[in-house]
């Protein structure tokens, strides 16, 4: 079955540092993989998607994500974050069929 | 341009009372509609998709039943609702497969 991993309940980085959030996916044929951000009551947000092609994918306020298909993972990165980066981050992914399995999520606190 | 608009926003309801919450979708034919439930601290849960009218799958043995009696409309209902029922709704759709979803702003339902 169709699995996403995110090992991080709870990380938190100081305001301008960098960022790495982990998402590994269980293994299969070439995955649709996603990231989404969720800010407290709101919905989800896409930040970025991979399908095919160039493995570092450019997303939304600054992210991207690398796909490595030897590691099962699609990693989500951030240069410099901002303390409006703070918020709830899912991974997912999606084989083809109707369906989105998505990751528990990684709660990201901003320290100043 | 697409839209998702959901409600109501905020809701609580009595143990036993009926739900129904609504979900509809502009700008777009043929949608994948999606309800998720995501409980305080944790993941996202799917619990129905449908791929066309009157076609609906379960993906969870539960107290709510969804429908769809139009193209662009998705309904997540109860009889009687339970404790364990309170949660943020989320409902979501997609143009086909692996294309990502565009999500709604959430219903918060709390059950009392």
């Known amino acids: 079955a169709q699995s996403v991993t995110q090992p991080d309940i709870h990380i938190t980085v100081s305001e301008g540092a960098s960022l790495e959030l982990r998402c590994n996916y269980s293994?299969?044929?070439?995955?649709?993989l996603f990231w989404y951000v969720q800010s407290p009551g709101q919905g989800l947000q896409l930040l970025l998607k991979?399908?095919?092609?160039?493995?570092l994918v450019q997303g939304i306020k600054g992210f991207e994500a690398e796909f490595k298909r030897s590691q099962s993972s699609f990693n989500l990165r951030k240069p410099s974050v901002h303390w409006s980066d703070a918020a709830e981050y899912f991974c997912?992914?999606?084989?083809?069929?109707?369906?989105?399995?998505f990751g528990t999520g990684t709660r990201l606190t901003i320290i100043p | 341009s697409q839209t998702i608009h959901q409600w109501p926003a905020t809701l609580v309801q009595p143990v036993g009372s009926p739900l129904s919450l609504e979900c509809t979708v502009e700008?777009?034919?043929?949608?994948?509609l999606y309800w998720y439930r995501q409980a305080a601290g944790r993941g996202l849960q799917l619990l129905f998709y449908?791929?066309?009218?009157?076609?609906i799958s379960s993906e969870v043995p539960q107290n709510l039943s969804a429908s769809r009696p139009q193209d662009r409309q998705f309904i997540l209902s109860s009889k009687k609702l339970l404790l364990s029922d309170s949660g943020f709704y989320l409902c979501?759709?997609?143009?086909?497969?692996?294309?990502?979803?565009?999500f709604g702003s959430g219903t918060r339902l709390t059950v009392v």
């Open positions: 979501a759709w997609t143009p086909g497969q692996g294309l990502g979803y565009t």
């Open positions: 991979y399908f095919s092609g160039d493995t």
């Open positions: 293994y299969g044929a070439t995955p649709y």
């Open positions: 449908s791929v066309g009218i009157g076609q």
């Open positions: 997912a992914e999606n084989f083809g069929n109707e369906k989105l399995t």
């Open positions: 700008g777009t034919s043929n949608p994948n």
